[in-house]
């Protein structure tokens, strides 16, 4: 898996938006974006995938640099249940078993 | 809820031990996956299991094993416990065989080895 580079922590007031950055300069063309998200005590859990187009669901949006180079996960108003570890991961779209590589992802604390 | 369930939730044993750690994954999913967190070393990828065939191996220790049965449930067995394998294990399964898509983690098992 190609190596993404994530800030150790951030802090966000509740209500607010959160941008969170993720740094993948050695992405390939074939590689997806993947964002997933452990909350305390509990697995981790999907947040949203993307490859080139910016990308939106119920849970959170995924904009991505041009060049692919790096990506933002934007929360669009943090709330306390937000308070968790998120993971930036790249995944190959190509053929074979890819594991989930799970770097030390970003501690995001939100402040009432 | 991830639709993902394992068994039991805390297991406290001591060292020298051997215990069965138990995944049920999502109705329709195929591949099973087992990962182990600790504090210090984070989330690590250990085994994957694709309709009842193991897939692919990550850093999982010779005294640990798993399988796949044929109802897809998967078991983890871990044996000759040491202090050091005290940790989280989760299981995570997908409809795919490990491709790009989604993967569905379990609540985890807490595993305290004394």
């Known amino acids: 898996d190609a190596k993404t580079t994530q800030p150790n922590s951030m802090e966000s007031n509740e209500e607010e938006p959160v941008h969170l950055p993720c740094n993948h300069s050695?992405?390939?063309?074939?590689?997806?974006i993947h964002w997933y998200r452990q909350l305390p005590s509990q697995g981790p859990e999907y947040v949203i995938h993307?490859?080139?187009s910016n990308v939106n669901n119920r849970m959170a949006s995924l904009a991505i640099a041009e060049d692919r180079k790096s990506s933002t996960l934007i929360l669009h108003r943090a709330t306390l249940r937000d308070a968790a570890v998120y993971y930036c991961?790249?995944?190959?779209?190509?053929?074979?078993?890819?594991?989930?590589?799970f770097g030390k992802g970003t501690k995001l604390s939100v402040i009432p | 809820d991830s639709g993902v369930t394992q068994t039991p939730k805390h297991l406290i044993t001591a060292t020298g031990q051997r215990v069965t750690l138990r995944c049920s994954p999502r109705?329709?999913?195929?591949?099973v996956y087992w990962y182990q967190q600790s504090l210090d070393q984070g989330l690590q990828f250990l085994i994957q299991?694709?309709?009842?065939?193991?897939?692919a191996k990550g850093n999982i220790l010779e005294r640990f094993s798993a399988q796949q049965f044929p109802d897809l449930h998967s078991e983890l067995n871990l044996s000759s416990l040491e202090l050091g394998d005290s940790a989280l294990y989760f299981c995570?399964?997908?409809?795919?065989?490990?491709?790009?898509?989604?993967?569905?983690f379990g609540p985890g098992t807490r595993l305290t080895v004394l």
């Open positions: 995570a399964s997908s409809v795919d065989s490990g491709g790009a898509g989604r993967r569905f």
């Open positions: 050695t992405i390939s063309g074939t590689d997806y």
């Open positions: 993307g490859l080139t």
């Open positions: 991961i790249l995944r190959d779209s190509g053929a074979g078993s890819y594991q989930l590589t």
């Open positions: 109705s329709g999913d195929l591949s």
């Open positions: 299991y694709y309709n009842g065939e193991e897939r």
